[in-house]
Protein backbone atom coordinates (compact mmCIF):
# COMPACT_ATOMS: atom_id res chain seq x y z
CA UNK A 1 0.00 0.00 0.00
CA UNK A 2 1.38 3.82 -0.57
CA UNK A 3 2.66 5.90 1.89
CA UNK A 4 -0.54 8.64 2.22
CA UNK A 5 1.02 10.63 4.21
CA UNK A 6 0.42 14.26 3.30
CA UNK A 7 3.88 16.13 3.64
CA UNK A 8 7.50 15.33 2.34
CA UNK A 9 9.99 13.52 4.33
CA UNK A 10 12.04 16.37 5.30
CA UNK A 11 15.60 16.96 4.21
CA UNK A 12 18.23 17.05 6.94
CA UNK A 13 20.29 20.39 6.53
CA UNK A 14 23.30 22.45 8.44
CA UNK A 15 21.96 24.94 10.83
CA UNK A 16 21.75 28.14 9.03
CA UNK A 17 24.01 29.72 12.00
CA UNK A 18 26.04 27.27 11.42
CA UNK A 19 26.12 26.84 7.11
CA UNK A 20 26.40 30.63 6.79
CA UNK A 21 30.50 30.33 7.53
CA UNK A 22 31.21 27.76 6.04
CA UNK A 23 31.01 25.97 1.95
CA UNK A 24 29.97 22.73 2.91
CA UNK A 25 26.84 21.74 1.08
CA UNK A 26 23.51 22.52 3.14
CA UNK A 27 21.34 19.94 2.52
CA UNK A 28 22.74 16.44 3.80
CA UNK A 29 20.49 13.86 2.23
CA UNK A 30 18.29 11.76 2.87
CA UNK A 31 18.87 8.42 4.50
CA UNK A 32 18.12 4.87 3.47
CA UNK A 33 15.19 4.45 5.52
CA UNK A 34 13.89 8.18 4.18
CA UNK A 35 14.48 7.42 0.76
CA UNK A 36 12.54 4.02 1.25
CA UNK A 37 9.59 5.82 3.00
CA UNK A 38 9.26 8.90 0.79
CA UNK A 39 9.23 6.28 -2.27
CA UNK A 40 6.30 4.66 -1.30
CA UNK A 41 4.54 8.18 -1.29
CA UNK A 42 4.19 7.85 -5.10
CA UNK A 43 1.04 6.32 -6.32
CA UNK A 44 2.54 4.76 -9.34
CA UNK A 45 0.10 6.69 -11.56
CA UNK A 46 -0.60 5.07 -15.34
CA UNK A 47 -0.75 8.25 -16.73
CA UNK A 48 2.57 9.52 -15.15
CA UNK A 49 2.08 13.17 -15.35
CA UNK A 50 5.24 13.86 -13.31
CA UNK A 51 7.04 12.12 -16.79
CA UNK A 52 5.15 15.41 -18.86
CA UNK A 53 7.49 17.91 -16.70
CA UNK A 54 10.97 16.45 -17.16
CA UNK A 55 12.40 17.64 -19.82
CA UNK A 56 14.57 14.81 -19.99
CA UNK A 57 11.62 12.54 -19.73
CA UNK A 58 13.08 10.74 -16.68
CA UNK A 59 10.53 7.69 -16.38
CA UNK A 60 10.17 8.34 -12.91
CA UNK A 61 7.75 6.02 -11.36
CA UNK A 62 9.68 3.06 -12.59
CA UNK A 63 12.68 4.69 -10.71
CA UNK A 64 10.41 5.03 -8.08
CA UNK A 65 9.14 1.49 -7.55
CA UNK A 66 13.07 0.58 -7.42
CA UNK A 67 13.20 2.83 -4.67
CA UNK A 68 10.53 1.66 -2.55
CA UNK A 69 11.95 -2.09 -3.06
CA UNK A 70 15.45 -0.49 -1.62
CA UNK A 71 17.26 -1.46 -4.83
CA UNK A 72 19.04 1.99 -4.86
CA UNK A 73 21.21 1.11 -8.27
CA UNK A 74 18.15 -0.28 -10.08
CA UNK A 75 16.75 3.34 -9.50
CA UNK A 76 20.04 4.87 -10.24
CA UNK A 77 20.15 3.13 -13.68
CA UNK A 78 16.50 3.88 -14.84
CA UNK A 79 17.20 7.45 -14.15
CA UNK A 80 20.51 7.10 -16.27
CA UNK A 81 18.81 6.13 -19.17
CA UNK A 82 17.63 9.67 -19.81
CA UNK A 83 19.71 11.92 -17.73
CA UNK A 84 23.31 12.28 -18.02
CA UNK A 85 23.88 13.94 -14.80
CA UNK A 86 21.45 12.94 -11.91
CA UNK A 87 23.57 14.00 -9.18
CA UNK A 88 23.52 17.21 -10.61
CA UNK A 89 19.63 17.62 -11.53
CA UNK A 90 18.85 16.36 -7.66
CA UNK A 91 20.40 19.30 -6.67
CA UNK A 92 19.79 21.93 -8.82
CA UNK A 93 16.91 21.56 -11.07
CA UNK A 94 13.32 23.72 -9.66
CA UNK A 95 11.49 20.30 -9.23
CA UNK A 96 8.73 22.26 -7.90
CA UNK A 97 7.89 23.76 -11.10
CA UNK A 98 8.82 20.71 -13.09
CA UNK A 99 8.13 16.91 -12.32
CA UNK A 100 6.71 17.76 -8.48
CA UNK A 101 4.24 20.06 -10.02
CA UNK A 102 2.31 17.59 -11.81
CA UNK A 103 2.15 14.93 -9.46
CA UNK A 104 -1.28 14.38 -8.07
CA UNK A 105 -0.30 14.12 -4.21
CA UNK A 106 0.48 17.62 -4.41
CA UNK A 107 -2.91 18.62 -4.75
CA UNK A 108 -4.17 18.12 -1.53
CA UNK A 109 -0.73 17.65 0.00
CA UNK A 110 3.00 17.97 -0.75
CA UNK A 111 4.62 16.20 -3.54
CA UNK A 112 7.04 13.40 -3.97
CA UNK A 113 10.29 14.79 -3.44
CA UNK A 114 11.32 13.67 -6.69
CA UNK A 115 14.21 15.44 -6.61
CA UNK A 116 15.21 14.59 -3.30
CA UNK A 117 15.23 10.90 -4.15
CA UNK A 118 16.76 11.52 -7.78
CA UNK A 119 19.90 13.07 -5.46
CA UNK A 120 19.96 10.26 -3.26
CA UNK A 121 20.30 7.25 -5.81
CA UNK A 122 22.82 9.39 -7.82
CA UNK A 123 24.88 9.59 -4.23
CA UNK A 124 24.13 6.08 -3.52
CA UNK A 125 25.66 4.64 -6.90
CA UNK A 126 28.56 7.11 -6.43
CA UNK A 127 29.61 5.80 -2.61
CA UNK A 128 29.16 2.17 -4.24
CA UNK A 129 29.38 1.32 -7.48
CA UNK A 130 32.22 1.52 -9.71
CA UNK A 131 31.31 2.56 -13.20
CA UNK A 132 31.83 0.06 -15.97
CA UNK A 133 31.87 2.16 -18.89
CA UNK A 134 31.77 0.57 -22.52
CA UNK A 135 33.10 2.32 -25.37
CA UNK A 136 31.06 1.76 -28.10
CA UNK A 137 32.31 1.04 -31.58
CA UNK A 138 33.36 4.55 -33.34
CA UNK A 139 31.04 5.20 -36.45
CA UNK A 140 33.46 6.39 -38.32
CA UNK A 141 31.84 10.06 -37.74
CA UNK A 142 33.07 13.32 -35.65
CA UNK A 143 31.36 16.46 -33.68
CA UNK A 144 32.73 19.63 -32.20
CA UNK A 145 30.92 20.85 -28.95
CA UNK A 146 31.56 24.18 -28.26
CA UNK A 147 30.99 24.62 -24.52
CA UNK A 148 31.33 22.15 -21.68
CA UNK A 149 28.44 23.36 -19.60
CA UNK A 150 25.33 21.21 -19.48
CA UNK A 151 23.87 21.62 -22.73
CA UNK A 152 27.52 20.62 -23.94
CA UNK A 153 28.24 17.82 -21.66
CA UNK A 154 24.72 15.85 -22.81
CA UNK A 155 25.13 16.31 -26.46
CA UNK A 156 28.80 15.14 -25.99
CA UNK A 157 27.30 11.99 -23.79
CA UNK A 158 24.56 11.07 -25.86
CA UNK A 159 26.94 11.28 -29.52
CA UNK A 160 29.23 9.14 -27.73
CA UNK A 161 27.51 6.68 -27.09
CA UNK A 162 26.14 6.14 -30.23
CA UNK A 163 29.56 5.98 -31.61
CA UNK A 164 30.54 9.32 -32.55
CA UNK A 165 34.43 11.06 -31.68
CA UNK A 166 33.40 13.65 -29.88
CA UNK A 167 35.94 16.59 -28.66
CA UNK A 168 34.15 19.42 -25.93
CA UNK A 169 35.96 23.08 -26.80
CA UNK A 170 36.16 25.09 -23.23
CA UNK A 171 37.19 28.48 -22.83
CA UNK A 172 38.23 28.11 -19.50
CA UNK A 173 40.70 25.86 -17.87
CA UNK A 174 38.46 23.76 -16.00
CA UNK A 175 35.54 21.54 -17.82
CA UNK A 176 32.22 22.02 -16.69
CA UNK A 177 30.42 25.26 -17.77
CA UNK A 178 28.06 26.75 -15.16
CA UNK A 179 28.20 23.72 -13.07
CA UNK A 180 31.55 25.08 -12.20
CA UNK A 181 31.43 28.80 -12.15
CA UNK A 182 28.42 29.30 -11.00
CA UNK A 183 26.64 27.42 -8.45
CA UNK A 184 28.24 27.72 -5.56
CA UNK A 185 30.10 24.66 -3.89
CA UNK A 186 27.27 24.38 -0.85
CA UNK A 187 24.79 23.89 -3.59
CA UNK A 188 26.81 21.67 -5.62
CA UNK A 189 29.93 20.27 -4.41
CA UNK A 190 32.13 21.08 -7.22
CA UNK A 191 33.74 16.99 -7.23
CA UNK A 192 30.53 15.33 -8.19
CA UNK A 193 30.90 17.72 -11.46
CA UNK A 194 34.40 16.19 -12.29
CA UNK A 195 33.09 13.12 -11.48
CA UNK A 196 30.63 13.01 -13.90
CA UNK A 197 33.06 15.06 -16.51
CA UNK A 198 35.48 11.95 -15.81
CA UNK A 199 32.88 9.40 -16.98
CA UNK A 200 32.36 11.28 -20.16
CA UNK A 201 36.04 11.07 -20.43
CA UNK A 202 36.22 7.26 -20.01
CA UNK A 203 33.26 6.79 -22.90
CA UNK A 204 35.95 8.35 -25.48
CA UNK A 205 34.87 12.18 -24.85
CA UNK A 206 38.04 14.55 -25.29
CA UNK A 207 37.80 17.65 -23.36
CA UNK A 208 40.06 20.67 -24.83
CA UNK A 209 40.04 23.55 -22.02
CA UNK A 210 41.54 26.96 -22.79
CA UNK A 211 40.15 27.09 -26.03
CA UNK A 212 38.27 30.45 -27.36
CA UNK A 213 36.18 29.38 -30.01
CA UNK A 214 35.67 32.56 -32.17
CA UNK A 215 39.71 33.76 -31.44
CA UNK A 216 41.58 30.22 -30.99
CA UNK A 217 39.54 28.47 -33.58
CA UNK A 218 35.96 29.53 -35.56
CA UNK A 219 33.03 27.13 -35.92
CA UNK A 220 34.14 27.31 -39.87
CA UNK A 221 37.60 25.92 -39.23
CA UNK A 222 36.28 23.09 -37.00
CA UNK A 223 34.33 22.37 -40.02
CA UNK A 224 36.04 23.13 -42.79
CA UNK A 225 39.46 22.87 -41.83
CA UNK A 226 39.33 20.07 -39.18
CA UNK A 227 36.78 17.93 -40.74
CA UNK A 228 34.16 18.16 -38.33
CA UNK A 229 31.26 16.40 -39.54
CA UNK A 230 28.91 18.76 -37.47
CA UNK A 231 28.97 21.42 -34.48
CA UNK A 232 27.18 22.16 -31.67
CA UNK A 233 27.21 25.36 -30.00
CA UNK A 234 26.26 25.34 -25.94
CA UNK A 235 28.18 27.93 -24.96
CA UNK A 236 25.62 29.40 -22.63
CA UNK A 237 25.13 32.83 -21.59
CA UNK A 238 27.86 34.16 -19.83
CA UNK A 239 27.87 38.24 -21.08
CA UNK A 240 26.25 39.83 -18.01
CA UNK A 241 23.76 42.58 -18.02
CA UNK A 242 23.93 45.65 -16.59
CA UNK A 243 21.66 48.13 -15.23
CA UNK A 244 22.86 51.44 -17.10
CA UNK A 245 23.63 53.78 -14.14
CA UNK A 246 25.42 56.21 -12.58
CA UNK A 247 28.40 54.83 -10.65
CA UNK A 248 28.68 51.40 -12.20
CA UNK A 249 32.32 51.37 -13.38
CA UNK A 250 33.15 51.71 -9.51
CA UNK A 251 35.37 49.54 -8.11
CA UNK A 252 33.35 47.72 -5.57
CA UNK A 253 30.76 46.69 -8.56
CA UNK A 254 30.99 43.22 -9.22
CA UNK A 255 28.71 41.47 -12.15
CA UNK A 256 27.65 38.42 -10.32
CA UNK A 257 29.45 35.99 -12.95
CA UNK A 258 32.82 37.80 -11.87
CA UNK A 259 31.81 37.38 -8.53
CA UNK A 260 30.63 34.11 -8.39
CA UNK A 261 33.75 32.31 -11.07
CA UNK A 262 36.04 34.33 -8.19
CA UNK A 263 34.68 32.59 -5.51
CA UNK A 264 33.07 29.15 -7.17
CA UNK A 265 36.05 28.27 -9.96
CA UNK A 266 38.76 30.24 -8.71
CA UNK A 267 38.29 28.96 -5.16
CA UNK A 268 38.07 32.69 -4.01
CA UNK A 269 36.84 31.45 -0.71
CA UNK A 270 39.77 29.57 0.21
CA UNK A 271 42.41 32.90 0.01
CA UNK A 272 45.13 33.03 0.55
CA UNK A 273 45.38 29.31 0.54
CA UNK A 274 44.31 29.82 -3.58
CA UNK A 275 45.29 33.13 -4.93
CA UNK A 276 42.20 35.12 -5.67
CA UNK A 277 41.59 37.50 -3.91
CA UNK A 278 37.69 38.65 -3.37
CA UNK A 279 36.25 41.94 -2.33
CA UNK A 280 33.19 41.65 0.03
CA UNK A 281 33.13 44.79 2.26
CA UNK A 282 30.81 45.42 5.46
CA UNK A 283 27.71 45.71 3.15
CA UNK A 284 26.92 44.00 0.25
CA UNK A 285 23.98 44.89 -1.74
CA UNK A 286 22.78 42.32 -4.48
CA UNK A 287 20.65 43.93 -7.12
CA UNK A 288 18.21 40.92 -8.52
CA UNK A 289 15.83 38.84 -7.60
CA UNK A 290 16.87 35.43 -9.20
CA UNK A 291 18.93 32.29 -8.02
CA UNK A 292 22.05 33.73 -9.21
CA UNK A 293 21.35 36.59 -7.17
CA UNK A 294 20.53 34.21 -3.97
CA UNK A 295 23.63 32.38 -4.71
CA UNK A 296 25.80 35.92 -4.69
CA UNK A 297 24.48 36.88 -1.88
CA UNK A 298 24.66 33.37 -0.16
CA UNK A 299 27.90 33.67 -0.99
CA UNK A 300 28.91 37.33 0.32
CA UNK A 301 27.73 35.96 3.70
CA UNK A 302 30.28 33.28 4.07
CA UNK A 303 33.12 36.05 2.40
CA UNK A 304 32.04 37.71 6.09
CA UNK A 305 29.71 40.45 5.13
CA UNK A 306 27.44 41.66 7.91
CA UNK A 307 25.31 42.76 6.17
CA UNK A 308 24.05 41.50 2.86
CA UNK A 309 20.29 43.06 0.93
CA UNK A 310 18.87 41.43 -1.98
CA UNK A 311 17.62 44.66 -3.80
CA UNK A 312 14.55 43.79 -6.04
CA UNK A 313 11.92 45.97 -7.81
CA UNK A 314 8.92 43.60 -7.19
CA UNK A 315 7.47 42.25 -4.19
CA UNK A 316 8.26 38.63 -2.69
CA UNK A 317 5.41 36.79 -4.81
CA UNK A 318 6.97 37.72 -7.97
CA UNK A 319 10.39 37.02 -6.71
CA UNK A 320 11.88 34.65 -9.60
CA UNK A 321 13.98 32.56 -7.82
CA UNK A 322 13.18 29.06 -6.70
CA UNK A 323 11.57 28.72 -3.22
CA UNK A 324 13.91 27.17 -1.13
CA UNK A 325 16.53 29.24 -2.20
CA UNK A 326 15.00 32.52 -0.59
CA UNK A 327 13.86 30.43 1.81
CA UNK A 328 17.64 29.10 2.59
CA UNK A 329 18.97 32.83 2.13
CA UNK A 330 16.62 34.17 4.43
CA UNK A 331 17.73 31.41 7.20
CA UNK A 332 21.20 32.69 6.65
CA UNK A 333 20.54 36.26 7.35
CA UNK A 334 19.97 37.94 4.02
CA UNK A 335 18.09 40.93 3.91
CA UNK A 336 15.33 40.94 1.38
CA UNK A 337 14.63 45.13 0.13
CA UNK A 338 11.98 44.43 -2.22
CA UNK A 339 9.83 47.28 -3.90
CA UNK A 340 12.92 49.35 -4.42
CA UNK A 341 15.33 49.82 -7.27
CA UNK A 342 18.94 51.37 -7.74
CA UNK A 343 19.07 54.65 -9.09
CA UNK A 344 22.82 55.28 -8.84
CA UNK A 345 25.83 53.96 -7.06
CA UNK A 346 27.74 55.94 -4.90
CA UNK A 347 31.85 56.32 -4.45
CA UNK A 348 34.66 58.25 -2.83
CA UNK A 349 37.38 60.08 -4.06
CA UNK A 350 39.27 57.16 -5.05
CA UNK A 351 37.00 55.02 -6.84
CA UNK A 352 35.39 52.98 -4.54
CA UNK A 353 31.49 52.05 -3.62
CA UNK A 354 30.56 53.85 -0.56
CA UNK A 355 26.88 53.71 -0.83
CA UNK A 356 23.72 53.73 -3.32
CA UNK A 357 20.32 55.31 -3.85
CA UNK A 358 17.32 53.36 -4.50
CA UNK A 359 13.84 54.37 -4.82
CA UNK A 360 10.91 52.75 -3.62
CA UNK A 361 8.47 51.17 -6.06
CA UNK A 362 4.70 50.31 -6.23
CA UNK A 363 3.10 47.17 -8.34
CA UNK A 364 0.98 48.80 -11.21
CA UNK A 365 -0.77 47.22 -14.77
CA UNK A 366 0.65 43.79 -15.19
CA UNK A 367 3.61 44.13 -17.97
CA UNK A 368 3.73 41.83 -21.41
CA UNK A 369 5.43 38.99 -19.10
CA UNK A 370 2.14 39.27 -17.02
CA UNK A 371 3.57 40.54 -13.90
CA UNK A 372 2.20 43.86 -12.16
CA UNK A 373 4.84 46.90 -13.27
CA UNK A 374 6.74 48.47 -10.81
CA UNK A 375 6.15 51.83 -10.95
CA UNK A 376 8.35 54.27 -8.72
CA UNK A 377 7.04 56.29 -6.17
CA UNK A 378 7.97 60.11 -6.63
CA UNK A 379 10.09 61.37 -3.92
CA UNK A 380 10.38 58.18 -2.02
CA UNK A 381 14.43 57.87 -2.41
CA UNK A 382 16.73 56.48 -0.09
CA UNK A 383 20.51 56.50 0.77
CA UNK A 384 22.14 53.11 1.89
CA UNK A 385 25.00 52.70 3.01
CA UNK A 386 27.42 50.15 1.23
CA UNK A 387 31.26 48.80 0.04
CA UNK A 388 30.35 46.18 -2.62
CA UNK A 389 27.02 45.80 -5.13
CA UNK A 390 26.68 42.35 -7.26
CA UNK A 391 24.57 43.08 -10.42
CA UNK A 392 22.30 40.12 -10.88
CA UNK A 393 20.02 41.29 -13.40
CA UNK A 394 20.53 38.42 -16.48
CA UNK A 395 23.40 37.48 -18.45
CA UNK A 396 23.31 37.47 -22.15
CA UNK A 397 25.60 34.89 -24.91
CA UNK A 398 28.94 36.19 -25.55
CA UNK A 399 28.89 37.55 -28.84
CA UNK A 400 31.87 36.53 -30.27
CA UNK A 401 30.88 33.27 -31.69
CA UNK A 402 28.19 35.29 -34.09
CA UNK A 403 30.75 37.82 -34.77
CA UNK A 404 33.04 35.22 -36.41
CA UNK A 405 30.38 32.68 -37.98
CA UNK A 406 29.46 33.03 -41.59
CA UNK A 407 25.51 32.32 -41.49
CA UNK A 408 24.60 31.81 -38.49
CA UNK A 409 21.58 34.38 -37.42
CA UNK A 410 21.04 35.91 -33.91
CA UNK A 411 18.05 37.20 -32.63
CA UNK A 412 18.23 40.92 -31.20
CA UNK A 413 18.83 39.51 -27.89
CA UNK A 414 22.25 38.03 -29.58
CA UNK A 415 20.83 34.54 -29.30
CA UNK A 416 21.55 31.82 -31.72
CA UNK A 417 18.47 30.86 -33.32
CA UNK A 418 17.54 27.38 -33.71
CA UNK A 419 14.64 25.32 -33.77
CA UNK A 420 13.00 22.77 -31.62
CA UNK A 421 16.15 20.07 -32.86
CA UNK A 422 18.70 22.68 -31.94
CA UNK A 423 18.87 23.12 -35.81
CA UNK A 424 20.60 26.21 -36.55
CA UNK A 425 20.07 28.63 -39.92
CA UNK A 426 23.99 27.42 -40.87
CA UNK A 427 24.23 23.78 -42.48
CA UNK A 428 25.47 21.53 -40.03
CA UNK A 429 25.76 23.55 -36.62
CA UNK A 430 23.61 23.11 -34.23
CA UNK A 431 22.72 25.14 -30.59
CA UNK A 432 21.02 25.02 -27.69
CA UNK A 433 20.92 25.65 -23.69
CA UNK A 434 21.33 29.44 -22.35
CA UNK A 435 23.01 30.12 -26.26
CA UNK A 436 19.40 30.12 -27.64
CA UNK A 437 17.02 30.66 -24.71
CA UNK A 438 19.18 33.03 -22.96
CA UNK A 439 19.56 32.25 -18.94
CA UNK A 440 17.90 29.59 -18.29
CA UNK A 441 17.42 26.13 -16.21
CA UNK A 442 20.49 23.35 -16.24
CA UNK A 443 17.35 20.69 -16.83
CA UNK A 444 15.90 22.50 -19.90
CA UNK A 445 19.78 22.89 -21.39
CA UNK A 446 20.24 19.21 -20.73
CA UNK A 447 16.93 18.80 -22.64
CA UNK A 448 18.02 20.99 -25.69
CA UNK A 449 21.33 18.64 -25.89
CA UNK A 450 19.49 15.21 -26.31
CA UNK A 451 17.53 16.59 -28.42
CA UNK A 452 20.24 17.94 -30.76
CA UNK A 453 22.09 14.91 -30.44
CA UNK A 454 19.37 12.85 -31.98
CA UNK A 455 18.96 15.06 -34.58
CA UNK A 456 22.76 15.13 -35.36
CA UNK A 457 22.73 11.06 -35.56
CA UNK A 458 19.71 11.59 -37.84
CA UNK A 459 21.11 14.50 -40.35
CA UNK A 460 24.54 12.32 -40.69
CA UNK A 461 23.12 8.70 -40.75
CA UNK A 462 19.78 10.25 -43.44
Not at 309 to 319: A, F, Q, S, T
Not at 388 to 415: F, H, M, W, Y
Amino acid sequence: MPNMRMDKNPMPEQAPDVRNKNFLEVTLGYTPEAAMDEAQRCLNCKNKPCMQGCPVSVKIPEFLTYMKDGDFEGAYQKIKETNALPAVCGRVCPQEKQCESKCVRGIKGEPVAIGRLERFAADYHMANVEDKIEVPEPNGKKVAVVGSGPSGLTVAGDLAKMGYKVTVYEAFHTAGGVLMYGIPEFRLPKDIVQKEISNLEKLGVDIETDVIIGRTLTVDELLNDMGYDAVYIGSGAGLPNFMGIEGESLNGVYSANEFLTRINLMKGYKFPEYDTPVFVGKNVAVLGGGNVAMDAARCAKRMGADNVYIIYRRGKEELPARAEEVEHAEQEGVVFKLLQNPTRIIGNDEGWVTGMEVIHMELGEPDESGRRRPVPIEGSEEFLEMDTVVVAIGQSPNPLIRQTTEGLDTNRKGCIIADDNGKTTKARVYAGGDVVTGAATVILAMGAGKKAAEAIDRELNS
